[in-house]
């Protein structure tokens, strides 16, 4: 790996820990890293953005209260999306990639975070108007400074990852991808973790299989139903176990703020698929064999 491999495989998505989410308080957030801690989730993925701008915030007073030393977790964080809401006062959703914004947003996520560094930072979304001399400088100032140890990206395409690599290595890929959103198995996203080395992370792991009830969800429902019983496995890890089996060695971004879930999920690191039972789900869930 391009970044030195001490994330947690299961890491924890702060998405919804705050507004527009659970509305967890201090003393609720500060218990919920514990937990995650006491089972081996030692990653906290965040964005700038999460909350209105203010989960960051909220994550580093509860951080601060905790009693949690800073190397003992690692904090991941994103910037670049320029929202409407109370805290931005722009006039459209939009992109900024300049070398000064970076620097500002990271600096901003420092201070709300309440630490001294970034383990990872990533520009969330890709934007026609980047350059990569700029993010190059803005990486350059951050790393020579301490105050993030690696970059990557999230939500980019392959071409998109060369273009900023044509100024500054990019050490990890943030995608969605799930047995039911498996576009980044066939568009060149994993083929790229692995051959260029990047740390490869999936949001939304589990995909629409909760969410939502049709042909789809029906049919993996039923291909799972029986292989629940042969692993003695849940569904969501199942479908975990899915991803987790890939080479490209995904990190899920787990988004739930249950304890019994997240626990679960870690459990999910101890079912080894066997190869014709990975195919099966896939099968399942794209309502077809494989070309």
Same mark, same amino acid.
């Given at each position: 790996?391009? +970044?030195? &491999?001490?994330?947690?495989?299961?890491?924890?998505?702060?998405?919804?820990? #705050?507004?527009?989410?659970?509305?967890?308080?201090?003393?609720?957030?500060?218990?919920?890293?514990?937990? =995650?801690?006491?089972?081996?989730?030692?990653?906290? @993925?965040?964005?700038?953005?999460?909350?209105?701008?203010?989960?960051?915030?909220?994550?580093?007073?509860?951080?601060?209260?905790?009693?949690?030393?800073?190397?003992?977790?690692?904090?991941?964080?994103? =910037?670049?999306?320029?929202?409407?809401?109370?805290?931005?006062?722009?006039?459209?959703?939009?992109?900024?990639?300049?070398?000064?914004?970076?620097?500002?947003?990271?600096?901003?996520?420092?201070?709300?975070?309440?630490?001294?560094?970034?383990?990872?930072?990533?520009?969330?979304?890709?934007?026609?108007?980047?350059?990569?001399?700029?993010?190059?400088?803005?990486?350059?100032?951050?790393?020579?400074?301490?105050?993030?140890?690696?970059?990557? &990206?999230?939500?980019? +395409?392959?071409?998109?990852?060369?273009?900023?690599?044509?100024?500054?290595?990019?050490?990890?890929?943030?995608?969605? =991808?799930?047995?039911?959103? @498996?576009?980044?198995?066939?568009? #060149? +996203?994993?083929? @790229?973790?692995?051959?260029?080395?990047?740390?490869?992370?999936?949001?939304?792991?589990?995909?629409?299989?909760?969410?939502?009830?049709?042909?789809? +969800?029906?049919?993996?429902?039923?291909?799972?139903?029986?292989?629940?019983?042969?692993?003695?496995?849940?569904?969501?890890?199942?479908?975990?176990?899915?991803?987790?089996?890939?080479?490209?060695?995904?990190?899920?971004?787990?988004?739930?703020?249950?304890?019994?879930?997240?626990?679960?999920?870690?459990?999910?690191?101890?079912?080894?698929?066997?190869?014709?039972?990975?195919?099966?789900?896939?099968?399942?869930?794209?309502?077809?064999?494989?070309?």
């Amino acid at each position: 790996m391009k +970044t030195p &491999v001490y994330y947690s495989r299961i890491i924890a998505g702060t998405m919804t820990w #705050g507004q527009g989410g659970k509305r967890f308080s201090s003393a609720e957030m500060a218990g919920l890293i514990r937990a =995650c801690l006491d089972m081996g989730i030692t990653t906290f @993925d965040h964005a700038d953005i999460y909350g209105g701008y203010t989960t960051e915030t909220e994550f580093g007073k509860a951080f601060s209260q905790s009693g949690v030393q800073r190397d003992s977790i690692q904090l991941i964080s994103k =910037c670049g999306i320029q929202y409407i809401s109370e805290a931005r006062p722009v006039r459209v959703k939009h992109y900024e990639y300049g070398a000064d914004y970076i620097l500002h947003s990271a600096t901003a996520s420092l201070r709300n975070l309440k630490t001294d560094y970034l383990d990872l930072l990533l520009l969330h979304r890709p934007s026609p108007l980047m350059d990569p001399e700029e993010v190059a400088a803005a990486f350059a100032a951050l790393k020579d400074s301490g105050k993030v140890k690696s970059f990557g &990206v999230s939500n980019f +395409t392959p071409s998109q990852i060369r273009l900023i690599e044509s100024a500054v290595p990019v050490e990890a890929h943030q995608f969605e =991808c799930s047995l039911t959103a @498996d576009k980044a198995l066939w568009d #060149g +996203t994993l083929d @790229d973790c692995i051959t260029s080395r990047r740390l490869a992370m999936s949001w939304s792991p589990l995909g629409a299989y909760f969410r939502d009830s049709d042909a789809r +969800t029906e049919r993996i429902r039923e291909c799972i139903g029986p292989l629940t019983e042969k692993y003695g496995a849940s569904e969501s890890q199942m479908l975990l176990a899915w991803l987790l089996r890939h080479p490209a060695g995904i990190h899920p971004v787990v988004g739930t703020t249950l304890p019994e879930r997240l626990r679960e999920s870690c459990e999910a690191l101890s079912v080894e698929l066997e190869l014709e039972d990975w195919f099966s789900m896939l099968e399942a869930s794209q309502g077809h064999k494989v070309p």
